[in-house]
């Protein structure tokens, strides 16, 4: 039988072929199965905005890792896919494209704009599903929802309404993080605290009718022409004559009080701080308990209005804190600015800083549905993988504020409260009404605003599968059993869900996060677009393909640690993936013998070397599957590449080559051959989650000759690894104590081969080795038993075992665990000759060394070059040492042989 397996695989053509047939075959699909256990996640929905990004590479790799996992056990896996309308990231693209048309969206309109956001979607808005595809993801494409989508929209609408009935939806006057660019407010999570170098302004107030003044601090001179009050601290000795006076409020022709209130801290600044309530949190509700005006000085869009002084009117907010300062300095009122860094809120979408705004907006009151979810925490009925996370997020949640979810965008579900022009109340209502519920008025306005995107969001793992009806999916698929998300989105999402799974549906929605990493350059710094450091996924699996890119990843990112990613990584995924494939290729080359069958001649029994792979393999699906239980998808990766590459490779495959060999005996071949195909169905099997395409092609390549069924155990190899059963442990065929004679043998064979490489001396010249054993124990006893197998694998003539035996002279010596091994290369080798190119060898890499080390010890270059490339040249200078030690060495033995 001749084979049609290709020199090399080729991911660009393979992978989407192999997709396809997944597709097709219906292989994602999972249905409500009485009776049968099931496993079930939801996608994070990605915008539709989006494309690729090394973010969902580390958000869906899990993922898909688990559930063909999972699948393969048997169980029931349904992975439920869709995206997320993104309302302010939509709203912006397509504003984009209009401002292209040289149309603005206040000239469509509210009704002609949502239009052509639709059309937008319809036509772009499936472009990140598509590219999670060439990923690999086995999702249930079938189940694919969107979150304005009917059903979604239907479960926003019903969950608002009965958050209203209940009394956790409000509506009022309060400080809100407002968005100057975008025109809107945004929750706390939205409003990302960074570090920024600002100033600490100090200004005179005057006292009135007196002689003297209060020096206040602030780190927003601009907003003091919306001063309403200064404050102290009840028992402060310096201000308490002064509680109840009040003072002229510069540049204003305004006058404020002193107020007494426990919120100042005296140790900070002065101890007098001014109070503007509709600017700033903390002064919002200091003029609530003492009844201060609330002065709003600015626009929506960040400038001075006309609640300001005339001269400020129409200014930016930035140009007026300037001119601000400058005419206090005109009036001797300006103490000074001090250096302050602090942190400011910046909006997550497009970074514009954040202004405090007193605005009238919608809430949901948070503490009630938060305090089941920290009773589950403790319960035992959820849990953060790396356990870390949950101090974070108890943290969060028992300091809770109510959430702002009215955002003054049109893209967006709308919010479904109706007021009256009559009598001026509101209605709420599920559908929209067609009078007022407090009278009998037909004149209805319906809220402007849209709801918070998360507020879709957070009903994700229930509105997919049909909620608030009580369908057969979301009684059979519901609660999903895990979560994988990012840290950035731990309450933008994560705790959201599981407030909402429990207040709708009185269960919480899963009950494992997976925290996942976060993805790092080269030099550390996290990967994104703002840093023009983030690859172009799509690109990278074009060059490497979609598995070398996953198990790249994989195999780099330890559980709960970030991940530092460059071409390193993906050159990992690639090499690991040709080498399934060379292996593989010289396994099917062999499985047929000259006559073109399978061979029939009579199993010879298992041999030492069969015994051990095997207890290796067996010892491999235990690690994989312990670590795939506790999500430890890197750990899993190693182990299965440790087995595959090592123990299988480089080892068992060249041991039993010669029996393989047309004259070997053909008992002894077919087992071997039986052992080889046992061996490489099982680990194709374990590699299929983490490597899915080619594991997949060989899968293939296997049936059509594992007619070979002799050689697979007697089984026939399933249509699809997607359907073929993970493997099992077996107890029984774990050997330790072949195991550990096999390391001795091994350990043996490596001090050989360093022999040779350290010499320069072929493999093809065969040598003889000696080897004195300290005591006649265990390790004594394997290698008198297996001396054959040690001669032909280190590729000797000779080979004497035993204890007291001497050292020939000339002998190069390795010296290991309970013996010595000698060499003897005095006929082998020219001894002038090895040590003069010995010596140049060790000249060279000397030179390599000062030069290195020069570079090193200039202050200049350590301070001024990239981190990496200091971090680089400290490597090379650690390598070059260690092969200054290693020629010293055997040039001292070489010494010893003239």
Request: net charge neutral; glycine share 8%.
């Amino acid at each position: 039988m001749t084979m049609d397996l290709p020199t090399r695989f080729d991911p660009k053509t393979a992978e989407p072929r192999i997709y396809a047939d997944w597709e097709s075959k219906g292989y994602f699909h999972a249905s409500v199965r009485e009776g049968k256990r099931k496993f079930s996640i939801s996608i994070p929905p990605p915008n539709i905005t989006g494309v690729l990004h090394i973010g969902h590479v580390l958000d869906n790799t899990p993922q898909d890792i688990l559930v063909r996992y999972r699948r393969m056990q048997g169980l029931e896996a349904c992975w439920i896919p869709g995206t997320d309308h993104a309302g302010i990231a939509t709203q912006h693209v397509v504003e984009r494209a209009l401002s292209k048309e040289g149309v603005r969206r206040q000239q469509l309109g509210r009704e002609k704009f949502v239009e052509r956001v639709w059309a937008w979607k319809k036509e772009y808005g499936d472009t990140i599903i598509a590219q999670l595809k060439r990923l690999g993801c086995s999702c249930d494409w079938q189940r694919a929802r969107f979150t304005m989508d009917e059903g979604c929209s239907r479960a926003v609408l019903e969950a608002f309404c009965r958050l209203y009935e209940k009394g956790l939806v409000y509506r009022g006057d309060y400080i809100v993080n407002w968005c100057t660019k975008d025109l809107t407010a945004l929750s706390d999570e939205e409003a990302e605290k960074k570090e920024i170098e600002g100033g600490l302004y100090s200004i005179q107030y005057p006292i009135r009718g007196a002689e003297g003044h209060v020096v206040v601090a602030t780190t927003r001179p601009e907003t003091m022409l919306g001063d309403t009050a200064v404050a102290v601290h009840p028992s402060d000795e310096r201000y308490k004559h002064l509680v109840g006076k009040t003072l002229v409020l510069p540049l204003t022709d305004r006058e404020i009080p002193v107020v007494a209130d426990a919120f100042v801290d005296p140790k900070f600044g002065t101890g007098a701080v001014k109070v503007t309530p509709a600017h700033d949190p903390n002064d919002f509700w200091i003029g609530e308990r003492h009844g201060l005006p609330k002065l709003n000085v600015m626009t929506p869009d960040g400038k001075m209005n006309e609640n300001a002084p005339e001269a400020y009117r129409g200014l930016d907010r930035f140009e007026c804190r300037k001119r601000v300062v400058k005419d206090l300095e005109a009036l001797g009122l300006f103490v000074e600015k001090k250096p302050h860094l602090h942190a400011v809120g910046h909006c997550y979408r497009c970074e514009t800083i954040v202004e405090p705004r007193l605005s009238k907006q919608w809430f949901v009151k948070m503490k009630p549905l938060a305090e089941p979810c920290v009773r589950a925490y403790h319960e035992g009925r959820v849990r953060f993988f790396p356990e870390r996370w949950t101090k974070t997020y108890l943290e969060w949640m028992e300091n809770i504020r109510d959430w702002c979810i009215s955002r003054q965008l049109w893209w967006g579900h709308r919010i479904p409260v109706w007021y009256c022009e009559e009598c001026g109340k509101e209605t709420v209502a599920r559908t929209t009404p067609t009078s007022c519920a407090h009278c009998p008025s037909t004149k209805l306005r319906q809220d402007e605003d849209v709801l918070d995107t998360w507020f879709s969001s957070w009903l994700w793992p229930f509105s997919t599968l049909g909620w608030p009806d009580e369908t057969p999916e979301l009684q059979y698929f519901y609660p999903n059993d895990w979560l994988n998300s990012g840290k950035d989105i731990l309450f933008f999402w994560v705790a959201r869900m599981l407030m909402a799974g429990q207040e709708f549906t009185g269960k919480l929605p899963f009950a494992h996060v997976y925290i996942h990493s976060i993805a790092r350059d080269g030099q550390g710094r996290k990967i994104s677009k703002s840093l023009g450091n983030s690859p172009d996924i799509l690109k990278l699996i074009d060059q490497y393909g979609a598995d070398a890119l996953r198990f790249g990843i994989i195999a780099n990112t330890p559980m709960g640690q970030d991940v530092k990613l460059d071409d390193a990584t993906y050159e990992l995924g690639r090499n690991f993936v040709t080498k399934v494939w060379n292996a593989s290729r010289f396994l099917l080359m062999n499985l047929t013998d000259e006559s073109g069958g399978t061979g029939a001649a009579a199993m010879a029994g298992p041999a030492f070397e069969d015994r051990w792979i095997s207890s290796r393999l067996h010892l491999a699906i235990q690690a994989a599957t312990e670590r795939l239980e506790r999500y430890e998808f890197g750990e899993a990766v190693h182990a299965l590449h440790q087995f595959f590459w090592h123990d299988y490779c480089d080892w068992y495959i060249e041991i039993v080559k010669p029996r393989l060999a047309a004259d070997a005996d053909a008992g002894s071949r077919a087992r071997a051959r039986r052992t080889l195909l046992e061996c490489l169905t099982t680990i194709l099997r374990l590699l299929h989650p983490f490597i899915p395409f080619v594991t997949e092609e060989l899968w293939q390549k296997l049936r059509s000759v594992a007619g070979a069924a002799e050689f697979g155990g007697g089984t026939t190899l399933a249509e699809s690894l997607m359907l073929a059963p993970w493997p099992a442990a077996d107890a029984s065929r774990l050997a330790p104590d072949v195991d550990a004679a096999m390391l001795g043998l091994m350990e043996v064979v490596r001090g050989i081969r360093d022999v040779r490489n350290k010499m320069n001396i072929p493999r093809s010249q065969r040598l003889s080795a000696i080897v004195r054993l300290s005591s006649d124990g265990d390790a004594g006893r394997a290698l008198h038993a297996h001396e054959r197998l040690v001669r032909e694998i280190a590729a000797l003539d000779g080979l004497e075992i035993g204890a007291g035996l001497a050292r020939p002279p000339k002998s190069a010596t390795c010296v290991l665990p309970g013996m010595e091994v000698y060499l003897p290369l005095g006929g082998v080798i020219d001894v002038a000759k090895e040590r003069g190119r010995q010596e140049q060898a060790r000249k060279k890499v000397e030179e390599q060394l000062a030069a290195v080390r020069k570079k090193l010890s200039s202050h200049e270059f350590v301070a001024k070059a990239p981190e990496e490339v200091v971090t680089a040249e400290k490597a090379r200078e650690a390598s070059l040492t260690e092969q200054v030690e290693k020629l010293d060495v055997s040039l001292k033995d070489l010494a010893g042989w003239e």
